[in-house]
């Protein structure tokens, strides 16, 4: 990268950036030179820090008007609804903006899996982004409680008696998360401190995924070190900026459909009932973006051990960079891996749909099967796959279609004496 | 650019697959033309006015709608009642105020920014009064509800005799679009049960579709204004989308790469 040798051009700019390189900064934000052939996969990390940042400015006018109360959160959320000024906008495309964001992470992790994005020397940058989303489903956890509806209520139940699986220490825990013997005020208020929290520690760890990506540079779909820069490069500015603005704004166009037209279709009809200790909801379901891991949930009969699966089916993924055997990045050079790819995508839609469904008769047997699945492809297919499958040969560049290249940029060039 | 339609119509299809599994939970409710319903929906003025006579005259005795104020009934996108007329309507209630001066508390005729006054003190008095069901808070009510604006609509129409071997205790009633299809509210709807000041005739179905569209403003006040922002939201976005693109294609023409 070549931004060491940047000086600015004005002389208030050299003063200034001698003692704070802002102006450094924003050059090699710039410059950065991106992998031209990126598709539009690649669009949704800028889609993502838009949602990001949406969630936070929406959710701070919210929280003027929101009271944490457990007498009182149910109202003042209507009281933003019928008399804020422009309350019901801001607060459904909070509510969708969730969604949204939940849509376009999945989009993000997924085009990482077909490209091979998290292998070294990106394992940092893929961690990172694991732990992000692992507080990306807290804070939607947590916001989903504020309304104080009955699945605010009864999501919340279910979701915190999982720590009494927990064995001797369980219950305490149980009791110490709720600030009492069940939820109830106490466990709101926590649950609003905790929500206005975690979306700044997503922020930092944003800096932290954005930085770590700029230290070896973007994958790309070839999945082939590229030169830095190169004929293989384009500058991000104006070349990606102005793509991921596009990808940006169809992106927008789905996401006003949804809060101008249909803002209700994704949450559940229950949460419009203020929450009643005494009335249990007839199913009690999770936000739709939770779905697959609530189905590997249920699937497990005893509790501790359901528990431990449905950590262990995010948290396997922290893994992945070392259960991936395969020195080839990308799935466009990996005929095998290109269709355990699909089928695992096939196995999580399965996975969530199981989940919205009742735990009983076939959607059970569907949901273990899924779930064994699941775990199967990451703890012995990726791993045999790696040693045992026939890959394409891949290229030398990206803009060259000579074959003989290498994933790692140093073999690369050393083949590429040899042609020479 | 394939790729591209690819993403697209992949969340296309998400947006559908969201309206398919909402769609194939609903039971065979009765159907009827929602003006409100659409991209430029806006409700029928003339129908809120007449189911907001149908809930004062019939829901309201039982059932409360504590996040209305009388000045909503005035409000831009509600019935739009004059203020004059929301005035009157809300000086046709006794409000409960105070303390006065002395301590007391006094009765006084209703306010524009009164809530609406509750038919019950308490849920309590409201359950004793009922037969221990509670009358559920009618302001939100579409929206708690899984079929929405149909089921509602349908319920208020769905009274029938038990078909044999259905018993019901005492005060429970038989409804065929009821979860469980049994109800604790009694059929309220009868033919001429209320007398439309505009002359329409008060069949059942047209009252069940008046109060029906009135709920669906009372949980979406602001439903009208969501419409129309949301057609110019959409509109300029799609205008700019195109501008970007072709300014895209335009910068991306520098270099030998397909966008």
Known sequence: MSDHDYTPKSKFGKWFNDRLPLLTLA????????????????????????????????GLVLAMHYIAHADMAFDSVEHIMRDVNYGWLIRYIHANGASMFFLAVYIHI?????????????????????????????????????????MSFWGATVITNLFSAIPLVG???????????????????????????????????????????HVPGNNNPVGIDIKKPSKDTVPFHPYIVIKDGFALLM??????????????????????????????????????????????LRSVPDKLLGVIAMLSAILILAALPWLDTSKIRSAVFRPLYRQFYWILVADVLILGYVGAMPAEGLYLLVARVA????????????????????????????????????????TAKNKESLNN | MKNFLKIFSLIVLFSLLSFITQAAEKVEYLKTDWSFKGLF????????????????????????????????LSEKG????????????????????????????????????DKFVMPYDNVQAAQAANGGAYPPDMSVLVKARGGG???????????????????????????????????????????????????????????????????????????????????KAILYLIILTILVYFSMKKIWSRIETKV
């Open chain 1, 27 to 58: 050059n090699h934000l710039t410059d950065y030179p991106t992998p031209k052939n990126l598709n539009y996969w690649w669009t949704f990390g800028g889609i993502l820090t838009f949602c990001l940042i949406t969630q936070i400015v929406t």
């Open chain 2, 149 to 231: 604006v149909d089921y509602i609509y349908s319920l208020l129409q769905g009274y029938e005799d038990p078909p044999p071997g259905v018993t019901l205790d005492d005060g429970v009633y038989y409804n065929k679009y009821m979860y469980g299809n049994k109800i604790k509210m009694a059929n309220q709807l009868s033919d001429g049960l209320v007398e439309y000041s505009d002359g329409t005739t008060a069949t059942i179905e047209q009252m069940s579709k008046d109060v029906t569209t009135f709920l669906m403003w009372s949980a979406e006040p602001h439903l009208e204004s969501r419409h129309q922002m949301g057609f």
């Open chain 2, 41 to 72: 929906g806006k409700f029928d003025r003339a129908a809120l006015q007449r189911g907001y006579q149908v809930y004062t005259e019939v829901c309201s005795s039982c059932h409360s709608m504590k996040y209305l104020s009388y000045r909503n």
């Open chain 1, 110 to 150: 997924f085009r990482s899996l077909f490209y091979g994005s998290y292998k070294a020397p990106r394992e940092i940058i893929w961690i990172i982004g694991i732990i992000i989303y692992l507080l990306m489903m807290a804070a939607a956890f947590l916001g989903y409680v504020l309304p104080w509806g009955q």
């Open chain 2, 78 to 113: 509600g019935p739009e009642f004059t203020i004059d007329q929301a005035k009157v309507i809300a000086a046709s209630f006794e409000v409960k105020d105070g303390p006065n001066s002395d301590g007391e508390m006094f009765t006084r005729p209703g306010r524009l920014s």
């Open chain 1, 251 to 296: 992106f927008m166009i789905v996401f006003a459909f949804f809060v101008f037209y249909t803002p209700n279709i994704l949450g559940h009809a229950d949460n419009y009932i203020e929450a009643n200790p005494l009335v249990t909801p007839a199913h009690i379901v999770p936000e739709w973006y939770l779905l697959p891991f609530y189905a590997i």
């Open chain 1, 171 to 213: 219950e305490g825990i149980v009791t110490w998360l709720w600030g009492g013997y069940s939820v109830d005020n106490p466990t709101l208020t926590r649950f609003f401190t905790l929500h206005y929290l975690i979306p700044f520690l997503i922020l930092g760890l944003v800096v932290l995924h954005i930085w770590a990506l």
């Open chain 1, 371 to 410: 779930t064994a699945y699941y775990f199967l492809h990451f703890l012995v297919i990726l791993p045999v796959l790696g040693w045992r499958e026939k890959t394409l040969p891949i290229p030398l560049s990206i803009t060259e279609p000579i074959l003989g290249g290498s994933p790692n940029l140093a």
